[in-house]
């Protein structure tokens, strides 16, 4: 829960940074990916990372990160966000366009609803 109210501020607060959106699902995937610090299965081992600047949310929590999925959002212009994901470890990339303010309403939502849970009595 700690992991997706941290992701739910990085949204609020994340910023388009003029990334070329005309790029491929992969080379997206992978400035930001790098950005983060996460390797893609075809990175070289001594690949160094260390001195670039976030680009983006990484959504993924450390269990699903382990699997090979890697989930990215990153705020485009005017009234658009993007889901940038893999699951194979970033051998492949798509992207999912969104209206503006979609997945920090969903994981808002989500904190409302995890906040109230305790109060809901289950009968069955």
Do not use: W
């Amino acid at each position: 829960m700690t992991y997706l109210k941290d992701s739910y501020k990085e949204i609020i607060d994340s910023e388009d940074i003029g990334l070329d959106m005309s790029v491929s699902d992969h080379t997206l995937l992978k400035k930001l990916a790098h950005s983060h610090g996460v390797f893609l299965a075809e990175d070289p081992d001594d690949l160094d990372v260390s001195c670039t600047n976030r680009v983006g949310v990484f959504l993924s929590p450390p269990e699903i990160t382990e699997s090979g999925f890697y989930l990215f959002c990153y705020p485009g212009s005017n009234n658009e966000e993007y889901l940038i994901y893999s699951a194979d470890y970033g051998k492949t990339a798509k992207r999912t366009l969104l209206p503006k303010g979609t997945v920090g309403n969903v994981l808002g939502n989500f904190q409302i609803i995890m906040k109230y849970k305790k109060e809901f009595v289950v009968f069955g």
